[in-house]
């Protein structure tokens, strides 16, 4: 798809990185998630919040917590999405005090917790 839309002279946008970035989680394959996030930097995707938010998923869920909380952390905005999926990384790999900790840090960032972000930490 991303080859015959650039034969097309067609540029993928954000949307089109997010849901491939997204089946490259949903079948566990991280390089290729790795290279499209590549093609995001050359056309200047690589700061978009949607962007961003599946890559933390895509490390997150294949266990690179390091480069998760790395993209996280050099996130310019974040939203509870962002928040969320990082709370929900440390609850899912039993790091519950991190969790909580961060859950703590959004708040002290005036980023308004919501019932998932609760929930997240109630429930694992």
Not at 6 to 19: D, E, H, Q
Request: charged share 20%; glycine share 6%; proline share 2%.
């Amino acid at each position: 798809m991303l080859r015959a839309s650039f034969g097309l002279n067609v540029v993928p946008n954000y949307v089109s990185y997010v849901i491939l970035i997204s089946g490259c989680v949903d079948f566990g394959n991280l390089s290729i998630g790795n290279a499209l996030y590549c093609c995001c930097c050359k056309i200047g995707l690589d700061l978009n919040v949607e962007i961003c938010n599946v890559l933390i998923d895509l490390h997150a869920k294949l266990g690179c917590i390091y480069d998760a909380l790395r993209v996280f952390r050099d996130m310019p905005q974040k939203d509870l999405i962002s928040w969320n999926t990082m709370i929900s990384m440390y609850a899912n790999n039993g790091d519950c005090m991190e969790a909580l900790a961060l859950l703590k840090e959004m708040r002290n960032k005036n980023m308004e917790a919501d019932r998932v972000s609760f929930s997240i930490c109630i429930n694992d």
